[in-house]
């Protein structure tokens, strides 16, 4: 018997269904078969609320229950864990939350508001109750950084925590920089792009960052969270002129969240930073988020990702579901994996021969500087399939007859770049093996 | 009562007193309040195993019990996890580590080679008893990337993985690429310094990645671990040439593990690599690991820390301790906390007015190109006791008769800069507000 069958499915509702919401269901359905196969149990929405039954989202909500008013998922018996993702620091998300917490639902919420400004008083609420309270998608989107603060550096007294947390800004820091444009102007654009909201205050004055950096802090060094702490500065008078002198001196300017132990207390601080450029984090570009995270025994690390997103928002909305999965029981078979996935349950994908291999690649080779050389290893490669994506003829060194060719090919197999190697070592003019690194763009998708 | 009195110390022996096993003892000691506060409940050393214990490691064991074999602490009542920091794939370690998982003990190990080999049988045999495996130290030092992998991201389908997984050949490639010296020169250099072994063939020859591939691709696919399918190629044949053509073809080249779902199978490899300069990873540079994660969720998010080091895997071999203190109930109080620490542990340690701040600024002003105007604003800054580190004038453009002066100071705190702000906007020469933006340099400690 499949261990699979040892627990039914976790049955969750959820609160919302914008674009966080309907990625949510949509994630749970096609994943359907490998959450059950990482989990042993599977995960299943038997409700929803939404404030519009009609609008077409996209998803398929046959069998769900669906109730006009969001409050009675916490009243659902069918409903195990109530997923959060209205929205908003009071009102019905905070309502919703707390009538879960009392019914002893556990809870998922993407909402940084109102973690930030009630996340003290919830999470008592849910140990007292004992109930789960995840929030991975209310920090820098799908970047498992709760994950990596609570648990993965749970050996480290942490020193500082610098993110990237907001990616509107950041968005608009980096078009600045690279256009040498004015902020008002990047945001125009940005906001024509989606990039950034009509109202775009709660970005680029950096209280969203705000909210993040308060959650964090919290949970990296083990005091409330305190948002009213949190000294914040936007950036709308960030100027193209401050932009390019941070350059010419080596920095770059990102707005910042900074919480820093200090002597006799925490710095905790959202603003504009000039960061050397030589840092990996200053090098964190577009709508990306980071954060930099200094342990006293790790070290720096750094976690790097999409901050927002319908989509890796709910990545982190579905870990936080599997993680509830593995709470219910002490049987161990319900707990992590030690692979990931349920023994009876490791996929049997072949391992590809290398020669099956595809990637692009450099090859250097030593020729004699004679007409025809060129031709000659176009022709080779050309009937091997391969195309050439840039070709550099070197002069020779003082005394050298030799020239050192480079070429890049665009994506081939490997097997063909080993069959256009061996006739290229075998031409007269080329002298020795032809050097060959497999090249790899990481084109984001 | 306190939370922490519900359980008892978790008990734990440690096999292997190299730098790690004694960076493992110093850390839970160090941070064993810490640690409870984390947990509700303490981790003990009770027993240790190493060759010769008459070696001074600068820790007490006084109280821990020492065996001489270290199979003994698979047999010893007061131990619940054996943390096995021997090495090897074979022999001691893996002798040890099965007959912990036989003895229903909790098994925690930093050792790469042994689950590079072994690791689908000995995960296996520890699902099959039921204990804990931690193996979060084996790849990748204390980067949380099994944890990222395993939870984090659960609800993606990985897609790729691609990582710097060996900090010897990282730091031999960076170093050629900033001296343009060769492989052979740097290695020798790099062995003088400790940052290569002096047999350095494990790690050069790539073997060592291989195996943290092997066990990451396990993680991300669901697959079996599969380290004889690995095609590995080492760095050595990799010229200050190469690199150099690369840099100016606009990549660099890393040693990168690589698992790529592709059509028909996994393709898994480690080899020389070249990357667009402009992607984050190509910018890890020196002993640094990163991890860099594609899953169709969340898109590509990335993992940058030390790789090795005593300090970085102890913490990892920690987190995999504080995992162990939350399985061995279904107590709710004893799962993670909510805000990382227990309840009623929470620090109370206060938030620093924006007075109090230190750090370093970024200050721009316009000013009439007078004489003397540069000895005010110097003055100033010297009276307030803010060092510059540098200062630039910028010639006014065409007609304007006001310059751009720009100053960066060392750190200092914010209450100073802002009586020098306040002094220099009082000045005749100076023209308007004083533009300041802060500025980290993000040292790494």
Redesign the interface.
Known sequence: MSRSAKLGALKIGIAGLGTVGA?TVK?LHQ?AD??A??CGRPIRVTAVSARDRSRDRGIDLAGIAWHADAMALAGDPEVEVVVELIGGSDGIAKNLVEAAIAAGKHVVTANKALLARH??AI??A???A????GY?AAVA????II???????????IQRV?GILNGTCNYILTTMRQTGREFADVLAEAQKLGYAEADPSFDVDGVDAAHKLAILT?????????FA?V?VEGIR???A??IA??E??G?R?KL?G?AR??E??????V??????ER???A??DGAMNAV?V??D??????????GAGA??T??????D???VTR????D??H???????Q?D????????P?E???TAY?L?LHAFDRPGVLADITRILADCEISID?M?Q?EPAEGDELV?I?L?THITVEKNINAAITKIEALDSVSGKV?R??????A??
Chains 1, 2 share one sequence.
């Open positions: 990625s994630l994943h490998m959450l196969e990482r996340g003290t999470a008592r849910a140990e007292d004992g109930i789960a309270l991975e989107g799908g970047i498992p994950k990596a603060l609570r648990e993965g550096l749970a050996g480290n007294r610098y919290s949970v990296a060094f083990g005091c409330e969270v305190n702490g000294h008078h960030v100027s002129t401050d002198f941070a010419e001196l920095y300017i910042l900074i132990r200090a006799n207390g925490i710095e905790l601080r603003h504009p930073t000039l960061i050397p840092r990996l984090i090098n964190v930099l200094l342990g025994a790790v070290g720096p690390t750094l976690y790097y990702g999409a989509e890796p709910a990545s982190a909305v579905v870990a579901l599997v993680d709470l219910h029981t002490a161990p078979h707990r992590v994996p030690h692979l990931a996935f023994p349950q490791m996929s049997d994908t072949p391992i590809l290398m099956e291999v595809r450099y250097r840039a550099v070197k050192n480079i890049l050097m690194i497999r090249l790899e763009e990481l984001a998708k």
